[in-house]
């Protein structure tokens, strides 16, 4: 049953992420039209600021940590075993 | 019968008698016990309890409290889990190993005295190495080897820092830690060792990945969080703590970026999670200690099946890199789908148990008006429902299909992470019996609008950036360096080269003092050897002789 299920989302996988990309403009209009009633730092006044932070967070964290990766911390698999 | 049942004891004890039974008595056993010491912990009421006087200190083995309550029940609860989902092992020495780790977990969190604390610490460490070295793998019994160095070294931190305490106090008792100089920051490293803050933090990320499929069940949910409890019991308000912990959450997140390794992902991100309890001991506000408190509660039975469903695949493929997994979702789609309740648990998604309990200690950094905590915390977050929720997923079950056709798990694992899967939404949804039961009267609601929409926002655009970077964001074969690179690689090199700069002097001294030796042994040889002088036999009439002579002597000497 579950597994029909998920051979179901993957098989209409775009019209998903057609209504995917719809609930992500409304998550944020609704943002913008509600007020959430917390004022305590300047960011929380900013409609779809959420949407934002969590693009450029996700986005930071992969390149920032990558490029430590590359830079310093990556070793080959076998860097630990002589 | 008892005016008193220590679950501790009950398991310990308890644990003795699984290598006497077999086949279904023992199964039927491994799934009463850990019944019976939940029963047990459910029976306790608020008190103090088995306190005794050992030289002149006295101990209490049992002091019952809320806080107390909270973290025994969660652990009675993943005991429970834990071993339905290890019941199909044939292995007695894991079992007893597990029971003991969570007897001694228990035995922490209610020692009202800082020596029985230590006594069941140490006996957490040395029991639970045995969930790792039960792996039989080289890697497991060099990374088992390290994890008890380590902890071992933490002890006699804490150990060091008990007896100072001591010397200063005159007190034993284990309540908020006085700052009476080293004692305090003995006493907090010690803790900060167990709830792997970094720089202390990477026995964690060693370990835990080459530990048995089940052991790291039991790994994930007593360690960290009996030193979470630690940490809140002793170091409430302590400032420095809601940096370590704001680091921390980020920490754990940039290295789960390098992890490819699943449960080494899923590890770096007990350390992140970790981090958000930390962070809101070190806030130290009724809000900030009941998230602390009830994050933990949750963060067991999340990433307890977080790591059962990594388990069962690594159980089913033998492969636990994300470079040589994907594609499975078709033959373990229980697995994939009750994984994923953990994943949408921990990145704190609405209706699932992490929104109801990391927002609290967010929400407690907002209270306080720590801004810059709070834009840390939130970053954090994007990362854990980056990793647990998507990278670690979709490579794993989606993607490229690896050709691996594994059979869905065994029964016994289905069931135990479905029962943590449904306790994950079911406080989700209805958070009210888990507030109940937290340290302070619970005055904070999750479910507003602002919460609601900043969170949704906040993952659903992470998951944009998540997909719109899917090309760079899969595991590679490699490793990355920790703080462990310290006693791995930079500790033995010093050594070898301390050893290696000695070794001109050590042969000078060492030639000269054989030299030297060689001389006084002919010497000694010259007169004591076969043919010396002291060596010889002397006629009797000699020996007379010289007798008389010295007869002589003495009587010429007495007259004079």
């Excluded at chain 2, 020692?111 to 890697?139: H, K, N």
């Excluded at chain 2, 953990?342 to 109801?356: N, T, Y």
């Excluded at chain 2, 074969?477 to 310290?486: E, N, Y």
Aim: proline content about 4%.
């Amino acid at each position: 049953m579950i597994g029909g299920l998920l051979e179901w989302m993957v098989e209409n996988r775009r019209t998903l992420r057609r209504i995917m990309y719809g609930v992500l403009a409304l998550l944020v209009v609704l943002d913008i039209l509600i007020p959430t009633g917390y004022g305590r730092f300047p960011w929380e006044g900013i409609g779809g600021f959420g949407a934002f932070y969590g693009f450029v967070s996700c986005v930071l964290i992969i390149v920032v940590s990558k490029a430590l990766g590359y830079a310093l911390l990556y070793r080959p698999e076998d860097y630990y075993d002589d | 019968m008892f005016e008193w049942l220590h679950p501790a004891f009950v398991l310990i004890l308890g644990a003795l008698i699984v290598p006497l039974l077999a086949g279904r008595m023992r199964q039927a056993y491994l799934l009463l016990l850990p019944v019976v010491s939940l029963l047990t912990i459910h029976s306790m009421s608020h008190g103090t309890f088995g306190t005794f006087q050992l030289l002149d200190m006295s101990l209490t083995l049992g002091r019952v409290d809320a806080l107390a309550m909270v973290f025994a029940y969660v652990f009675g609860i993943m005991l429970v889990i834990g071993s339905i989902y290890a019941l199909h092992l044939e292995e007695a020495l894991q079992h007893v190993a597990a029971f003991v780790y969570a007897g001694s977990a228990l035995g922490v969190v209610f020692a009202g005295d800082l020596v029985t604390l230590y006594v069941f610490w140490e006996a957490m460490a040395f029991s639970s190495v045995l969930l790792i070295w039960c792996r039989r793998e080289p890697e497991s019994w060099a990374a088992g080897w390290r994890y008890i160095l380590v902890h071992a070294a933490g002890g006699v931190i804490l150990l060091a820092g008990i007896v100072l305490y001591y010397a200063e106090t005159g007190s034993i008792v284990f309540d908020a830690i006085e700052n009476v100089g080293p004692a305090f920051y003995l006493i907090l490293v010690g803790f900060m060792i167990n709830a792997a803050v970094p720089p202390l933090h990477a026995w964690l990320s060693d370990a835990y990945p080459e530990a048995t499929v089940t052991g790291a069940i039991f790994l994930s949910a007593l360690t960290t969080k009996t030193a979470v409890y630690t940490l809140i019991r002793g170091y409430a308000g302590t400032e420095m703590l809601v940096w370590f912990g704001a680091v921390m959450a980020i920490y754990g997140v940039v290295y789960a970026v390098l992890a490819n390794d699943i449960r080494r992902l899923l590890a770096y991100h007990i350390i992140s999670q970790v981090g958000y309890m930390v962070a809101g001991v070190g806030m130290g506000t009724i809000l900030a200690l009941n998230g602390a408190a009830s994050h933990a509660f949750t963060h067991i039975l999340y990433k307890g099946l977080l790591f059962m469903g990594a388990g069962a695949v690594i159980y089913m493929t033998g492969r636990s890199k994300l470079t040589d997994l994907g594609g499975i979702y078709r033959y373990m789609p229980i697995t994939f789908v009750l994984y994923m309740i953990g994943g949408f648990s921990i990145s704190a998604f609405p209706l699932f148990s992490g929104f109801v309990s990391k927002t609290m200690v967010v929400e407690a950094a907002a209270a306080d008006g720590r801004g810059i905590i709070w834009l840390m915390l939130s970053f954090a977050s994007a990362g854990t429902f980056l990793h647990t929720g998507l990278k670690l997923p979709y490579f794993t079950f989606l993607g490229q299909d690896s050709g691996l056709r594994p059979r869905e798990a065994p029964a016994n694992m289905l069931i135990a992470m479905g029962l943590a899967a449904f306790l994950c939404i079911f406080i989700g949804v209805y958070p009210d019996p888990l507030y109940a039961i937290l340290p302070a009267p619970v005055d904070y609601h999750a479910y507003t609008v602002g919460h609601v929409l900043w969170e949704l926002q906040l993952l659903l655009f992470t998951g944009v950036g998540f997909f719109v970077l899917l090309k760079h964001v899969g595991g590679e074969r490699k490793i990355s360096l920790d703080t462990d690179w310290v006693y791995r690689r930079a500790a033995p090199v010093v050594i070898r080269g301390v050893v290696a700069a000695f070794r001109p002097v050590q042969t000078v001294v060492s030639g000269r003092t054989l030299l030297h030796m060689e001389r006084f042994i002919s010497r000694v040889f010259e007169y004591h050897g076969p043919d010396s002088i002291l060596a010889r036999t002397w006629p009797t009439g000699t020996t007379v002789f010289w007798v008389v002579v010295i007869l002589m002597l003495y009587l010429l000497f007495y007259y004079l």
